[in-house]
């Protein structure tokens, strides 16, 4: 009797399917195609009409698929969440590159920004999510807040960093400025979302910089 994973394999066709293509990595493309087609849904309609069988049938695989692989819809909004936050911190390069604390966080605000500009389904879908995270979404609020608290936690770091290197006047509280960091920039990521002709990515950009480098740097 066929697996779900050897289902998932003949949905993708010949030409996604190379023959020694291993169970691992058909089950990682089929993961990656599930999360592509949740992001499209939950972007377009939000997360109340979205169901695991819906997100199957949108990738093109069978109902139980998603069930299969992440178990419940809940399950499947948190990972949805762990990776558009990956692709936003991807996109803005946080890596410690040695260009000093104000430079690290400036570079991620201007990525998380960038990303309002030309959203991804994956960023749209965050937003969305994030939202209905505020409006009191009860499967949705322990992710939101588990993936804030990491963001702020390497906010945090960064800034620590600093501090102890003489970048960062001293005086700054880590822990604090993280807070006001993450909520300046979902602020106006939400802003944007909600007003996107009005909102002006570039002023917003600017101005964050601004209170990023006003904030942390030794005089």
């Excluded at 992001?39 to 299969?68: D, K, M, P, Q, Y």
Aim: a negative charge.
């Amino acid at each position: 009797m066929p697996t779900h994973d050897d289902l998932a394999a003949r949905a993708t066709g010949p030409q996604d399917a190379p023959p020694r293509r291993t169970q691992a990595e058909r089950r990682a493309h089929a993961e990656r195609a599930l999360l592509a087609a949740a992001a499209r849904l939950i972007a377009e309609h939000g997360s109340a009409g979205v169901t695991l069988a819906r997100v199957g049938e949108e990738a093109g695989f069978s109902r139980g698929l998603a069930t299969h692989y992440f178990g419940s819809k809940a399950a499947l909004l948190a990972r949805l969440q762990e990776e558009a936050l990956a692709e936003a911190m991807a996109a803005a390069a946080p890596e410690r590159s040695g260009a000093g604390a104000a430079e690290e966080l400036c570079r991620f605000a201007r990525g998380c920004l960038e990303g309002v500009r030309n959203p991804t389904d994956l960023g749209r879908a965050f937003v969305v999510l994030g939202a209905e995270a505020l409006a009191g979404a009860s499967e949705l609020t322990a992710a939101v807040a588990e993936l804030d608290e990491r963001t702020r936690g390497w906010a945090a770091e960064v800034v620590g960093q600093g501090l102890a290197e003489g970048q960062v006047r001293a005086g700054v509280d880590a822990r604090a400025f993280a807070f006001a960091f993450v909520g300046l920039l979902k602020g106006l990521v939400v802003q944007a979302a909600a007003a996107p002709g009005a909102f002006d990515v570039t002023a917003a950009t600017t101005e964050a910089e601004r209170w990023i480098r006003l904030a942390l740097p030794a005089g």
